[in-house]
């Protein structure tokens, strides 16, 4: 699928190679007219693609169109534009410095929980305070990567992706230390059962949503408009 971006600077598309031969056709697209292909990281001039090599050098002078300065309008409905780099930079920015914040609390809690346990649970805090660590650096990856989408920059979006899997990875490994490798000692050593099992519910819900973001940065940062509306 290509987009190709107008001397009106308005972006059209995203179309098949077919639609594009039907641009150039018309005269509506040419050999400067900057074109971004799905597969692509980056906007090139349809001269570049040798799909339309054939099309762009059949002779006779250049059409005028979308690539042209000074073209006149064209009747191509422009390529729909997506506010979705902007929203998740300011929610990136967000939750970063919260949850960030938090990871930190996380990691002098889990040491800190360490001089007070028994033997057999001082090893569970210790993994605890690491990954938490590793949250920290996520969580900075997303703060980062929050800031590229602002700029609308590719590497925004490489972040936004790494935060993503790296996020669902270690949430996978915390909800297997919460609810399979925790010591059963552990949900009982401060309060009655039933509290435990309440922490345990609460600990569970957390996790769930912590979950869906991630989910959601993939999702919307794998769209083809997203990946055009970034340079």
């Not at 009982?188 to 569970?204: C, D, F, L, Q, Y």
């Amino acid at each position: 699928m290509y987009t190709i971006l107008g001397s009106d600077q308005q972006q059209y598309g995203p179309v098949d190679a077919a639609g594009v031969i039907q641009w150039i056709q018309s005269g509506q697209a040419n050999a400067t007219t900057m074109v971004y292909k799905q597969s692509g990281s980056e906007w090139v001039s349809l001269s570049s693609l040798p799909e339309f090599a054939s099309v762009l050098g059949g002779g006779g002078p250049v059409p005028a169109g979308l690539g042209m300065p000074g073209a006149a309008p064209v009747m191509m409905a422009p390529a729909p534009q997506t506010k979705a780099p902007k929203v998740f930079g300011i929610l990136h920015i967000v939750f970063g410095v919260i949850c960030g914040g938090c990871s930190g609390f996380g990691v002098f809690a889990n040491l800190g929980a360490l001089a007070l346990m028994s033997d057999d649970l001082k090893s569970y805090f210790l993994v605890m305070s690491i990954i938490s660590g590793l949250l920290i650096f996520m969580y900075i990856f997303l703060l980062v990567g929050g800031i590229g989408l602002l700029m609308s920059r590719t590497w925004g979006r490489t972040l936004s992706l790494v935060y993503g899997v790296v996020a669902i990875l270690l949430n996978i490994v915390n909800l297997l230390l919460q609810t399979v490798f925790v010591p059963a000692s552990l949900s009982t050593s401060t309060g009655s059962e039933a509290e435990a099992i309440g922490r345990g519910i609460g600990m569970m819900i957390a996790m769930v949503v912590m979950f869906i973001y991630p989910i959601i940065v993939l999702i919307f940062m794998s769209k083809a408009n997203v990946k055009a509306a970034l340079k």
